[in-house]
């Protein structure tokens, strides 16, 4: 018998362009060597170019898919992405209470890279209550990190009490990404409850990128999966998203992807 790759269980939103959703986490999971589970939140319409429409799956549903995979293959983690309705949020956070000591990385997709909107206030406030507190590392980029601190609010709070706000409220550590900034560099800061546990820069690149945040919070999950600390594999994951971003490719007429697979041969 072959050895059996960590395994992962993922809850997202369907996303048919392949750029971000489940897609995106299926490919970034393989690449880093785990096996990818997943439980649907959501089916949308969409392309490179933006969102058309978003369609929850009904709660009950969602919870049959990840109880049954759950009875069969042992998990190694949790990956939280868009989770598509409050009823949907209030079944996750049941489902991984059951797990409490495996890690969970929460990307909370409020929105998609065009701003198309993924989650109401009622959703945020229910992200806030009942899935912080199980959260073992949460990635904002910092527009997300605001509105998740004032519950809901948009504001121009700093990012050191932003991080500080979402560890009082149950998150263990907060990777605040500078994605959108106006920088040279895109800087990424990790928070503890001690502040701030590193800080890393990275050259940004041109251009505009669908699903670059859950492909960084994939890989997180990936390498916790492989038993890497959690300082450590949010390193190596900003190190794999930024080159899967410098090799990223233009398929249609919006955003580019990012290669997950750059380190594959490629078909010539």
Known sequence: MHPIPPAVLVFAASDPSGGAGIQA????????????????????VQDTCGIQSVHAVEARLLEQQ???LLADIPITAFKLGA??????????????????????VLDPVLASGRGDALADREMISALCELLLPKTTILTPNLPEAR????TGEEGQTEIASCARR???????????????????????TLYGASGILRSNHWQRLPGSYHG????????IAAFLARGIPVEEAVFQAQEYTWNALS????????QSIPDRLYRQPKVE
């Open 66 to 68: 990840a109880r049954s």
């Open 247 to 254: 090799h990223a490719f233009r398929p249609g007429k919006g």
């Open 166 to 188: 979402l560890l009082d409220l149950g998150a263990r550590h907060v990777l605040v990404t500078g994605t959108h900034d106006d920088t040279p560099e895109v800087v990424n």
């Open 25 to 44: 986490d299926l490919l970034t999971l393989a690449s880093l060597g785990c096996y990818p589970l997943t439980a649907i939140t959501a089916l949308t």
């Open 147 to 150: 509105r998740l601190a004032a």
């Open 83 to 104: 989770l598509g309705s409050v009823d949907n949020i209030v079944r996750i956070a049941k489902i991984v209470s059951d797990y409490p000591g495996l890690p969970l």
């Open 212 to 219: 670059s945040g859950c492909t960084l919070a994939s890989a």
